[in-house]
């Protein structure tokens, strides 16, 4: 059985940053293309960033240039490093590998 589990989350002042983990239980990892997603109370789940099994990365206008998505396929790990966050960056945090299958989330919250 598939397994994501994220880690990571945390409560942060703004400005501060976060490394969000996915490890993955899956074998041929690397073949895989793999994102992560949030979803905030009341709103819709959105994409924040991809990372493709050939390495292309994307990320939703809002996390660009603070926010970088990483992967070790050694380690069948996904990263996501938070920088600068914001108050609206506060959700919980999904990772997605395959397309279908999702981890349990974590949760980032940015207050003072």
């Known amino acids: 059985q598939v397994q994501l589990v994220e880690s990571g989350g945390g409560l942060v002042q703004p400005g501060g940053s976060l490394r969000l983990s996915c490890a993955a239980s899956?074998?041929?990892?690397?073949?895989?293309?793999m994102a992560w997603h949030r979803q905030a109370p009341g709103k819709q789940r959105e994409l924040v960033a991809s990372?493709?099994?050939?390495?292309?990365?994307n990320y939703a206008d809002s996390v660009a240039g603070r926010f970088t998505i990483s992967r070790d396929n050694a380690k069948k790990t996904m990263f996501l490093q938070m920088n600068n966050l914001k108050p609206e960056d506060s959700a919980v945090y999904y990772c997605?590998?395959?397309?279908?299958?999702w981890g349990q989330g974590t949760q980032v919250t940015v207050s003072s």
């Open positions: 997605n590998i395959r397309g279908d299958l």
């Open positions: 990372v493709r099994a050939i390495g292309i990365k």
């Open positions: 899956i074998a041929a990892f690397s073949i895989y293309d």
